[in-house]
Nanobody
Framework: QVQLVESGGGLVQPGGSLRLSCAAN????????MAWYRQAPGKQRELAAT???????NYADSVKGRFTISRDNPKNTVYLQMNSLKPEDTAVYYC??????????WGQGTQVTVSS
């Protein structure tokens, strides 16, 4: 059974930093493309950052230059380092995995709140 378990969310002041982690089980992690999505209250879920199995990255314009996605294959974990956080970054952040052949999985989400 595939599981994606996120951690690292919380409350942070504007300008602060957080690092999200997503630990994956039940897949060959090194072969999977991973991503972080987020969903703010009353808004649709949107893509924040992606990382391919080869390590290529891509970012939404709204987070470019502030967020960094990375992966540690031996630990089966993908990270999202978030710096210079803004109130508009407040959302539930979801880990996403595409394991090929139409197999895609979601984590349960972790809340990030940016507020003074």
């Amino acid at each position: 059974q595939v599981q994606l378990v996120e951690s690292g969310g919380g409350l942070v002041q504007p300008g602060g930093s957080l690092r999200l982690s997503c630990a994956a089980n039940g897949i060959i992690f090194s072969l999977a493309n991973m991503a972080w999505y987020r969903q703010a209250p009353g808004k649709q879920r949107e893509l924040a950052a992606t990382i391919t199995r080869g390590g290529g990255t891509n970012y939404a314009d709204s987070v470019k230059g502030r967020f960094t996605i990375s992966r540690d294959n031996p630990k089966n974990t993908v990270y999202l380092q978030m710096n210079s956080l803004k109130p508009e970054d407040t959302a539930v952040y979801y880990c996403y995995c595409y394991a090929g052949l139409g197999r895609e999985y979601w984590g349960q989400g972790t809340q990030v709140t940016v507020s003074s």
